[in-house]
């Protein structure tokens, strides 16, 4: 029998076949994928709440985040990321992308964004007089594990998220197609800016509660650690 992280990158290869940038596999392969990661355990990856990569042992320094690479082709990838307690994942997209995501270990506050649209003009963002664009909250919670996976899409679902650490804690991230500058996927980060911010450039139904300014930042920022880790679950075979 195949091990069940097998089993996941198997599925992905299938899932993910003909799927590019800006797609979505169809319904029922989505629920195959979901059901996969559902049943995914931390052992089954090769996780341990007492590793030390969960630990952090400044207190003058953000916490760095570990980053397990498991696999990645062309239309797809699949990795770990490993938080200590109050390490942040700060604002970002996923342009084009499809992404599920399954907290394996601990609690993790999430929150998301979608844009909000022109109803004038369905294909263009709403923006401020700084360039910043108008986004309504998808997702505003903390999830604990074991949780179902949750999915986002191109367009809906939060394509753009954050996570903070509430206890250590790893999710692992299945990216349809993965990151690539080189296609138009690069990974961008924002900053929000509170929805009265710019109330001229508002629109009727973006309501102040649920919905924020993000701006593009020009760079990684700055409190944003990611290492790499060595994955030590079962062997992942590309047949």
Known sequence: MPSAVQRLFDTCKEVFADVGSGAVPSPADVERLRSVLDT????DVGLSRNLPLFKHASTNRPPPVT???LSALPNFSIGIFCLPRTAVIPLHNHPGMTVFSKILVGSMHI??????TDPQSPNEKIMSPT??????VNTDAVFKAPCETSILYPTTGGNIHRFTAVTPCAVLDVLGPPYNDNEGRACTYYKE???????????PGAGDGDSAWLEA???????????GGQYTGPEIVDY
């Open 40 to 43: 995914l355990k931390p052992q």
């Open 67 to 69: 980053y397990l690479h």
């Open 111 to 116: 929150k998301s964004y979608d844009w909000v």
């Open 131 to 136: 360039g910043a664009c108008l986004a309504k």
């Open 193 to 203: 800016h509170p929805y009265l911010s710019f109330p001229g450039a508002a629109i």
């Open 217 to 227: 930042m020009p760079s990684d920022p700055e409190e944003l650690v990611v290492r």
